[in-house]
């Protein structure tokens, strides 16, 4: 079952689809929701996706597909068009969005080399769309050079996917005994777990279980170039 805002954000899609064939842009979303922040409409759009009743169309600037409406869906005013049913079967022209933007939050300096505190803040970074898939996400700036051989540097913004679990090789915000957070390599030795750096001056570093805690995966790297 949908939140009315999930609903009402799927209608306004759904009618934008059908009177011009273009997915409305987040401003758009926002505005017509009547919500202060693009990173709401993100993380109503990732529920939809998550329920099956929106996808993202792969290799395109936040281009949306509705593929179904729930049932009870009431009924347009006489002055709208209605609502088509959405199918999948037939092809058609993929919509096209226009690039946008979605502001997620900042939350301070992460530690690539020796962990440092973990630091929260109300500042958001503005991150291109296409970027970002399904689920909520925050962004850190990356401080050290230990992860230097997976292309992480010094002053990146690490991009991360909010998760609890991780599989083996991934790279993670890791949260070290409630107090210090670093970007590595998670991977298991024996009943322990291994942190692995990205730079062979670097050791790996090796904890029991319940020192640490996954705060996220790596979903991407931002980079600025003065």
């Not at 926002?30 to 939809?48: N, P, Q």
Request: glycine fraction near 8%; hydrophobic fraction near 40%; avoid cysteine.
């Amino acid at each position: 079952m949908l939140t009315a805002k999930q609903q009402e954000l799927l209608v306004f899609i759904q009618k934008r689809l059908e009177e011009g064939g273009v997915s409305p842009s987040f401003d758009e979303m926002k505005d017509a929701l009547d919500l202060k922040s693009k990173s709401g409409i993100h993380r109503l759009i990732s529920a939809l996706e998550e329920r099956g009743f929106i996808r993202r169309l792969p290799n395109r600037a936040r281009a949306l597909e509705v593929l179904k409406l729930p049932d009870g869906l009431p009924k347009a005013p006489d002055n709208v068009t209605p609502l088509r049913p959405v199918t999948t079967s037939a092809p058609r022209e993929i919509p096209i969005a226009a690039n946008d933007v979605v502001e997620i939050p900042l939350h301070g300096r992460i530690a690539a080399g020796v962990p440092i505190e973990a630091m929260e803040s109300d500042t958001m970074l503005s991150v291109p769309a296409a970027l970002l898939g399904s689920g909520d996400h925050y962004a850190l700036e990356v401080s050290g050079d230990s992860m230097i051989d997976a292309g992480i540097l010094d002053g990146d913004y690490a991009l991360i996917q909010r998760t609890e679990v991780a599989r083996e090789g991934q790279i993670v915000v890791a949260l070290v005994e409630d107090s210090e957070a670093t970007l590595k390599y998670f991977r298991r030795e024996g009943p322990r777990v291994r942190l692995d750096p990205a730079n062979a001056a670097y050791e790996p570093q090796i904890y029991d279980p319940q020192q640490v805690r996954i705060q996220g995966k790596l979903a991407g790297i931002l980079r600025r170039y003065n």
